[in-house]
């Protein structure tokens, strides 16, 4: 059981250390951060940051993570279905926005890979990103 505590903290350590050392102005939560730190530890070619998009509907989104427009990575804070909620919103609405969102997204090419904070605490990012990522040949079988 020490053993498993003390990896833990050197392995929280280790991404404490790697999101200070690459902290960038783009990330728009820690959620983001603690995924960008993760995403560089594991050696993975570092997405473009808050990549502007303009659907053919006339919106325009920008995506936490892309990789080449292959790959866009989201990150889903709570927030943005609770206290980030537009005017009036019901948390269905945001919901249903955030869907219409990845969909427009979507349509434009990329896969979409989406996270939240539970997936970062039981380390599970990383793998579902390298299973992506390998199967668009941004990184080596």
């Known amino acids: 059981m020490h053993e498993m505590i003390v990896t833990r903290r050197r392995r929280n350590g280790v991404m404490a250390e790697q999101a200070l050392l690459s902290a960038n102005p783009l ?7 603690w995924s960008r730190a993760e ?8 997405p473009r940051l808050q990549h502007k998009i303009v659907v053919p509907s006339g919106r325009t989104y920008y ?3 892309d ?13 943005k279905y609770g206290r980030f909620r537009r ?3 019901s948390i269905a609405d ?7 969102r990845e969909d427009e ?6 896969m979409v890979a989406r996270w939240i904070w539970a997936d970062l605490e039981r380390n599970a990012v990383i793998p579902m990103l ?4 390998r199967h668009l040949g941004l990184i080596p079988r």
Do not use: H, Y
């Not at 080449?68 to 927030?79: A, K, Q, Y």
């Not at 945001?94 to 219409?100: D, G, Q, T």
């Not at 390298?130 to 990522?133: A, G, H, S």
């Open 27 to 33: 990330s728009g939560s820690v959620g983001e951060s």
């Open 39 to 46: 995403i560089i530890v594991a050696g993975f070619t570092v």
């Open 63 to 65: 995506t936490d993570f």
């Open 67 to 79: 990789w080449d427009w292959l790959l866009v990575g989201e990150f889903d804070g709570l927030s």
């Open 87 to 89: 005017a009036g919103e």
């Open 94 to 100: 945001a919901v249903m926005r955030e869907k219409r």
């Open 105 to 110: 997204i979507r349509g434009t090419g990329p």
């Open 130 to 133: 390298e299973e992506r990522l």
